[in-house]
T-cell receptor, first 112, second 111 residues
Framework: GEDVEQSLFLSVREGDSSVINCTYT??????LYWYKQEPGAGLQLLTY?????DMKQDQRLTVLLNKKDKHLSLRIADTQTGDSAIYFC????????????FGGGTRLMVKP | DTAVSQTPKYLVTQMGNDKSIKCEQN?????MYWYKQDSKKFLKIMFS???????INETVPNRFSPKSPDKAHLNLHINSLELGDSAVYFC??????????FGPGTRLTVT
């Protein structure tokens, strides 16, 4: 994912908040996504945000979008051990069949 | 009940062989995709396909070809397999622009 970048690793304690960051380069992106991948499993769509929004909240998840800086973040409140997984941000490009460009993934480890 | 399914789940084969991975979705979606995830977990789009248009990521070798017998299926054919083709291949489908549903993946190992 050379156009979408994420830090590789994040470790938090159970009950703390986790913040996973992502930067992207294509300003024509219409939607930005967060996917979760548990070990040996496929990708699960967690949430998405339309590019004209600044924030979206969905239960424990809060997505913040700074379009000027091309920065996307995912905050997980009250992180649980079951949240341990790899989190991918992705952007879709409208004139490319809505194909997704993924970041390299952030491995979240939640310690009890 | 599975929305997007792939077969096989694991595929081990030798260099030079030709193989196919099947994908089926029962969601009534119009567009299907193939992605490749390498050993470092990097995910790259390979193809986007609906009944009108095939979009190919230009980095994909022409040994890879998608084949769609009908709207619910998009199979991936790979000719003359190479060691570097070893990866997990994910199929996905979508109706709208903003929700893609992924299959469980097929782990391909080329020896």
């Amino acid at each position: 994912g050379e156009d979408v970048e994420q830090s590789l690793f994040l470790s938090v304690r159970e009950g703390d908040s986790s913040v996973i960051n992502c930067t992207y380069t294509d300003s024509s992106s219409t939607y930005l996504y967060w996917y979760k991948q548990e070990p040996g499993a496929g990708l699960q769509l967690l949430t998405y945000i339309f590019s004209n929004m600044d924030m979206k909240q969905d239960q424990r998840l809060t997505v913040l979008l700074n379009k000027k800086d091309k920065h996307l973040s995912l905050r997980i409140a009250d992180t649980q051990t079951g949240d341990s997984a790899i989190y991918f941000c992705a952007e879709s490009i409208p004139n490319a069949g809505n194909m997704l460009t993924f970041g390299g993934g952030t491995r979240l480890m939640v310690k009890p | 009940d599975t929305a997007v399914s792939q077969t096989p789940k694991y595929l081990v084969t030798q260099m030079g062989n030709d193989k196919s991975i099947k994908c089926e979705q029962n969601l009534g979606h119009d567009t299907m995709y193939w992605y490749k995830q390498d050993s470092k977990k990097f995910l790259k789009i390979m193809f986007s396909y609906n009944n009108k248009e095939l979009i190919i990521n230009e980095t994909v070798p022409n040994r890879f070809s998608p084949k769609s017998p009908d709207k619910a299926h998009l199979n991936l054919h790979i000719n003359s397999l190479e060691l570097g083709d070893s990866a997990v291949y994910f199929c996905a489908s979508s109706r709208t622009a903003y929700e893609q549903y992924f299959g469980p993946g097929t782990r391909l190992t080329v020896t």
